[in-house]
């Protein structure tokens, strides 16, 4: 929601504390890529895009 609304720093925030709680959360991985690739910072964008197939949750 907060991604969709534009507010990135906030989206960011949650999206990592929700990988702190739950480090195998493949969704939140994609959101901070979502995210980095909005704020054109490809290579960590790529990082976590990458972070977040490895994990058994990843669609």
């Not at 959101?31 to 895009?49: H, T």
């Amino acid at each position: 929601m907060l991604y969709d609304q534009k507010k990135l720093e906030e989206a960011l925030k949650s999206y990592r504390k929700a990988i702190e709680l739950d480090p195998n959360f493949a969704s939140a991985y994609y959101g901070v890529g979502n995210v980095l690739r909005d704020q054109k910072k490809l290579d960590e964008s790529l990082q976590s895009y990458r972070q977040a197939i490895r994990h058994p949750q990843y669609p």
